[in-house]
């Protein structure tokens, strides 16, 4: 059952009139409206995986259903975003799901993340960072930073909308080897309109392309990591072993250029 106070617990009154009748597993407040709340409930222990995500704008009068498009999965928590006020996270017993529209719709959110329990949620605001903490497979983060900036742009072009920092790394101790706890992949988000199967081109400051792929992306938006690798160089000696050592860009001024079928886009980044 679920009970309001509004009177820091003095009395309590029940508000499960218009729920299931289901474990519920965690509640959250709105940060944007007073009487708002959300709640997530589970019918896993009557095995039933039908995933139950309701809101009230009434402090708990009625309630509304929003679990809409959700895949068939129980859910666990539930988080709103905390700058924008239609933008809510859950994290089910398969993943982590978005929705930009309160709940009107949901989608999988990110990838790398393991078809896991998701126990709990939280969004550093500081460094605008989704952290989920699934059960036996670890804790992940996801930057909503590109998230923030495709909800405040134009959204019928495509376009490359946010790139992070790339930083070749720095060589270790011995002076020999790379010491990889001080590299920064770059990440490139982006938005599309349609589905689409793009070429990706990495251009260096002299016009030659340094890298190329192919790959198939999704309708809206999109990231797309590279490693700052340009090559793999086999040094091979009298015996039948050899070690790889990779070959990383130069610092400089690059350029990512994406093309396919619907798809022309291309924006300036430093390499440092």
Do not use: C
Not at 103 to 117: A, C, D, I
Not at 132 to 160: F, M
Not at 162 to 186: C, Q, R, W
Not at 206 to 230: A, I, S, Y
Request: charged share 25%; net charge negative.
């Amino acid at each position: 059952a679920a009970w309001i106070s509004r009177d820091d617990g003095i009395t309590w009154k029940d508000i499960s009139d218009g729920l299931p009748a289901k474990y519920i597993k965690s509640f959250a407040p709105s940060r944007f409206s007073e009487s708002r709340v959300y709640v997530t409930l589970s019918g896993i222990k009557q095995d039933d995986f039908t995933p139950m995500v309701f809101v009230s704008d009434d402090y708990g009068t009625t309630w509304n259903n929003i679990s809409s498009n959700m895949p068939h999965s129980p859910v666990n928590v539930i988080l709103e975003d905390s700058e924008y006020e239609d933008v809510l996270y859950v994290g089910t017993f398969n993943g982590t799901l978005l929705s930009i529209d309160r709940g009107q719709s949901w989608n999988v959110m990110g990838k790398g993340l393991p078809h896991s329990f998701v126990a709990d949620m939280t969004i550093m605001t500081r460094g605008k960072d989704l952290i989920a903490a699934t059960h036996g497979r670890g804790i992940y983060k996801i930057d909503l930073e590109p998230l923030y900036v495709y909800l405040s742009a134009n959204r019928d072009s495509a376009k490359i909308l946010y790139i992070t920092e790339a930083k070749l790394p720095e060589m270790d101790a011995s002076g020999e080897k790379p010491d990889f706890t001080t590299h920064y992949n770059v990440h490139f988000s982006f938005f599309i309109p349609r589905k689409d199967i793009l070429d990706i081109n990495i251009i260096d400051p002299d016009g030659h392309t340094v890298f190329t792929e192919k790959q198939e992306f999704r309708e809206g938006l999109n990231t797309w990591r590279w490693d700052l690798v340009t090559g793999i160089n086999k040094n091979e000696e009298d015996n039948p072993y050899f070690y790889k050592q990779l070959e990383f860009a130069e610092p400089g001024l690059y350029m990512i250029k994406i093309t396919g079928k619907n798809t022309d886009m291309e924006k300036n980044f430093i390499i440092k």
